[in-house]
C-alpha cells in the first residue's frame, strides 16, 4: 500500500506510554496509519468543514486523541464510546490531551516522576510533553463525548451519542490477543459484519465508516464498501452507512 496523504515523519512524542496514557489490554495503533485513515475518509465524504469524528470501540482513545492531536483544525467533535469503563477512564484521561489543560496536568505528572526516579524515559517523556504543549492551543480543542455503549446495541450507541450526528466512523476492532469482544445485552452478535450493521442504523447515510483488523481481509460477508486496503498485518475498509442493511432513520434530522 502506497500513503497518500500520511508523509513519514517522527511521532516517537505520540507513542503509547509515553505521554499518551497506555494500559495492560488497551494497545495503541500506528500513528501513520491512523492519520492516513483519518485522511481517506475525509475525502470520500467530499465535503468542506470540520468533522464529527466517532470511534465506537474506542477503548484507552488512543487512536482518536492521536487523530486530534495532529488534526486539531479539522474537527468539530470527537465520541467516544466502549462497552468496558475501565477503558473509559483511560479514554478520557488521554481525550483530555487535546486541551492545554489536560497537557498540562500531564506534563507535571510526568515532571515529578522523572524528579523521583530520574529515569531517561521520564526526562523524554517530559520533553515530549513539553513540544506537544507548544502544538496545542494555537487552535481550539474539539468538543469531546464519551459514554459507555456496547457497539452491538444500536440502543445503547444512540443514547450515548444524545443525537450527535457522526460524519466519520474510524474503529479498530478487538483481535482476539490483546482485546476480545465484550458484550451481553446486545441484539446482534460479535462479528465486524454486525458492528457494521449496528453503526448503520444510528448514523446518516453519508457517513463513512471506517474498520481496521489485523487480518489479511476485514471479513464483511459480502457488504458494500467503497475502497480497502492493507498495511503490514492490518486490513481497513470503508463502507458508506446508507449503503449497509439495516441502515436506519439517523440521517433524516441532518
Known amino acids: 500500500m502506497v500513503y497518500r496523504y500520511a508523509p513519514r515523519r517522527d511521532d516517537s512524542d505520540l507513542a503509547s506510554g509515553r505521554v499518551l496514557r497506555s494500559a495492560p489490554g488497551t494497545p495503541g495503533f500506528p500513528v501513520r496509519l491512523a492519520s492516513e485513515i483519518f485522511q481517506r475518509a475525509t475525502a470520500l465524504r467530499n465535503s468542506e468543514g470540520p468533522v464529527t469524528l466517532w470511534d465506537p470501540c474506542c477503548g484507552s482513545g488512543y487512536l482518536l486523541t492521536v487523530l486530534g492531536l495532529l488534526h486539531p483544525e479539522r474537527f468539530h467533535t ?10 473509559l477512564s483511560l479514554a478520557r484521561a488521554n481525550l483530555a490531551l487535546l486541551t492545554p489543560q489536560g497537557l498540562q496536568e500531564r506534563r507535571q505528572t510526568l515532571d515529578e516522576l ?9 526526562h523524554e517523556a517530559v520533553q515530549a510533553a ?11 480543542a474539539p468538543a469531546v463525548r464519551i459514554g459507555q455503549a ?10 450515548s451519542l444524545q443525537q450527535v450526528l457522526p460524519d466519520l466512523v474510524i474503529t479498530d476492532v ?3 490477543q490483546l482485546t476480545h469482544w465484550n458484550t451481553v445485552t446486545a441484539p446482534y452478535a460479535p462479528s465486524i459484519p454486525n458492528l457494521a450493521r449496528s453503526l448503520a442504523t444510528v448514523v446518516p447515510p453519508t457517513t463513512v465508516v471506517a474498520i481496521t483488523c489485523r487480518a489479511r481481509r476485514v471479513p464483511l460477508e459480502g457488504l458494500p464498501t467503497v475502497s480497502s486496503f492493507k498495511v503490514g498485518h492490518r486490513s481497513v475498509v470503508f463502507l458508506r452507512a446508507g449503503d449497509l442493511p439495516d441502515h436506519g432513520t439517523a440521517g433524516e434530522t441532518v
Open 78 to 87: 470527537i465520541v467516544a464510546t466502549d462497552v468496558d469503563e475501565h477503558a
Open 174 to 176: 478487538p483481535y482476539g
Open 114 to 122: 522523572a524528579t523521583a526516579y530520574g529515569k531517561p524515559t521520564h
Open 130 to 140: 513539553d513540544r506537544l504543549l507548544r502544538q496545542v492551543g494555537a487552535i481550539p
Open 150 to 159: 456496547d457497539a452491538f446495541s444500536p440502543h445503547q450507541l444512540t443514547t
